[in-house]
C-alpha cells in the first residue's frame, strides 16, 4: 500500500511542540527533564506532531508531579477507547527531583513551567520542565526593548558592513 503524497511523515525523533511564551512570562532558573505517563492513543497522536502546552503547569501533589492543562488531540484513527485531551499526566521525576521541585514551588513562590516536549533519542517521549518565577510587566516591556535593541542593532551592523 502506497501512502500519499501529501502526508506528512511520522516524528520518531525531535520536538513535537515548544512553549515559547514561557521564557517571556517566567525568569528561568532551572530545567529538568521529565518523563510522561502516556497511553497508546496519545503517542500516536504524539507521533502526529500535535501538542500544545502553552497554558500547561506542573503541580506537585501526594508525592507525585502531574502535568494539568496540557492538550494532546484524540487520535483520529482510534476506536471508542481513545484518551481524554486534557487529563492530567502524570510526570516521572526522581524522588530526590520531587522533594527539591517542592521545596522551591512551597519555599520561593516559583512555578513549574513545561518548556518543550519532544522524542529523544530512544524514541521515548520527555518534557522539558522549567523551575521559574513569574515576571512583571516592567520585566516583560524590559525584555522587549532588549530583543528590539539587539534586533536593530544586527540590522544597523549588517547595513554598514555590506
Known amino acids: ?28 532558573s532551572d530545567t529538568l527533564e521529565a518523563g510522561i505517563v502516556l497511553t497508546g492513543t496519545e ?3 504524539l507521533r502526529n506532531g500535535k501538542a500544545q502546552i502553552t497554558e500547561s503547569y506542573a503541580s506537585p ?22 484518551h481524554a485531551e486534557r487529563r492530567p499526566r502524570k510526570l516521572l521525576v ?14 520561593a513562590g516559583n512555578t ?3 518548556l518543550k516536549i519532544y522524542f529523544n533519542e530512544r524514541g521515548l517521549v520527555k518534557l522539558l520542565l522549567g523551575l521559574g518565577k513569574g515576571k ?3 520585566d516583560k516591556r ?21
Do not use: C
Not at 1 to 21: H, Q, V, W, Y
Not at 70 to 82: G, H
Open 61 to 82: 501533589e501526594k508525592g507525585e508531579l502531574w502535568l494539568v492543562n496540557s492538550y494532546i488531540p484524540e487520535y483520529v484513527q482510534a476506536n471508542q477507547f481513545n
Open 43 to 45: 503517542v500516536r497522536s
Open 112 to 114: 513549574i513551567v513545561p
Open 94 to 107: 526522581s524522588k530526590k527531583e520531587l522533594s527539591r521541585l517542592t521545596g522551591e514551588v512551597q519555599r
Open 142 to 162: 524590559q525584555t522587549m526593548k532588549k530583543r528590539d535593541w539587539q534586533r536593530e542593532k544586527s540590522r544597523l551592523m549588517k547595513s554598514h558592513y555590506k
Open 136 to 138: 512583571s510587566k516592567v
Open 1 to 28: 500500500m502506497t501512502s500519499p503524497r501529501n502526508a506528512k511523515p511520522k516524528l520518531t525523533t525531535g520536538k513535537i511542540a515548544e512553549n515559547r511564551r514561557a521564557r517571556f512570562d517566567y525568569e528561568i
